[in-house]
């Protein structure tokens, strides 16, 4: 079964950016999906692309800050994020996803984003 992998998370400033990168074995899923999960708080899904068309979607807490991509050659799936807030600090983990971007089923290990001064 395909494997994830992400990196990129760090620490930055308010109002910074960084892009994280969900690198998958293979091909073989329907869609990659981004998450997030902040200390005693639910698990939150934050954007999701279809590999049949590379259409996407996003949850209106990270609509115009976040932008997922792809580069299909590289199997890889990224998440830039923009105009990072405070609350936006949390563990960062890409999950394979239906077609309609539920369902989350194989994981990577996931990523850390701090977001502070």
Known sequence: ??????????LVQPGGSLRLSCVASSS???AIGWFRQAP??????????ISSDGSTRYADSVKG????????AKNTVYLQMNSLKPE??????????????SGPEIWGQ???VTVSS
């Open 1 to 10: 079964q395909v494997q994830l992998a992400e990196s990129g998370g760090g």
């Open 28 to 30: 073989d899923y329907d």
């Open 40 to 49: 005693e708080k639910a698990r939150e899904g934050l954007s999701c692309i």
């Open 65 to 72: 800050r976040f932008t997922i991509s792809r580069d299909s």
């Open 88 to 101: 936006d600090t949390a563990v960062y983990s890409c999950a394979t996803v239906d077609g309609d971007c």
């Open 110 to 112: 996931g990523t850390q």
